[in-house]
């Protein structure tokens, strides 16, 4: 079974921060990645998928890059209604794997 | 528009079973394929079933298998869960999931979740 690694596991940031997250496969998943936002008593919300690809009706502030097994997920100005948990998650194979949370708080 | 609607948790006991459902609308439930995800109490998202459009292909978690069965009714628009020989363990919020149909599948809608716990 591939195994998803996420760092860091939280981070604290402000307000206009560039945030980035990064995510390890534990075996090439070429570019089946996939990254979700979840806030506190909410079921999760696809960001990104295919690794790059921005989900429709997501803000162009996030984007996404790598391929194999090395993933980030970044933030380009961090803005008050993105503290939330973020996940990333294979769609290489089953089972569909997803890395253990990055919690983003406010500084 | 696109609905999920996960029913069937409640409080069960160590050992009991329970099943959960999904019920789909805003979209051609037939054609996609379905999973379940869950959450501990304070923890992060856990994978759990697959089931393909058509219900030919099941895949599991290790944590579930021999126990769960993921099924699902095209008639009626509905995805099942059964969970048997409960443990404490299995205690979360299980989320329904749509797969996408694209190349590059994600899960792009999300029932709202359903909590199940089990404690004597």
């Known amino acids: 079974d591939i195994q998803m690694t996420q760092s860091p596991s939280s981070l604290s940031a402000s307000v206009g921060d560039r945030v980035t997250i990064t995510c390890r496969a534990s075996q090439s998943i070429s570019s089946y990645l996939n990254w979700y936002q979840q806030k506190p008593g909410k079921a999760p919300k696809v960001l990104i998928y295919?690794?790059?690809s921005l989900q429709s009706g997501v803000p162009s502030r996030f984007s996404g890059s790598g391929s194999g097994t090395d993933f980030t997920l970044t933030i380009s100005s961090l803005q008050p209604e993105d503290f939330a948990t973020y996940y990333c998650q294979q769609s290489y194979s089953s089972p569909r794997a997803f890395g253990q949370g990055t919690k983003v708080e406010i500084k | 528009q696109v609905q999920l609607v996960e029913s069937g948790g409640g409080v069960v006991q160590p050992g009991r079973s329970l099943r959960l459902s999904c019920a789909a609308s805003?979209?051609?439930?037939?054609?996609?394929?379905m999973h379940w995800v869950r959450q501990a109490p304070g923890r992060g998202l856990e994978w759990v079933a697959l089931?393909?459009?058509?219900?030919?292909?099941?895949h599991y978690a290790d944590s579930v298998e021999g126990r769960f069965t993921i099924s699902r009714d095209n008639s009626k628009n509905t995805l099942y869960l059964q969970m048997n020989s409960l443990r404490a363990e299995d205690t979360a919020v299980y989320y329904c999931?749509?797969?996408?149909?694209?190349?590059?599948?994600?899960?792009?809608?999300w029932g709202q979740g359903s909590l199940v716990t089990v404690s004597s």
């Open positions: 805003g979209f051609t439930f037939s054609s996609y394929a």
């Open positions: 089931l393909s459009y058509d219900g030919s292909n099941k």
């Open positions: 295919a690794a790059s």
């Open positions: 999931a749509r797969e996408t149909g694209r190349q590059w599948p994600s899960f792009d809608y």
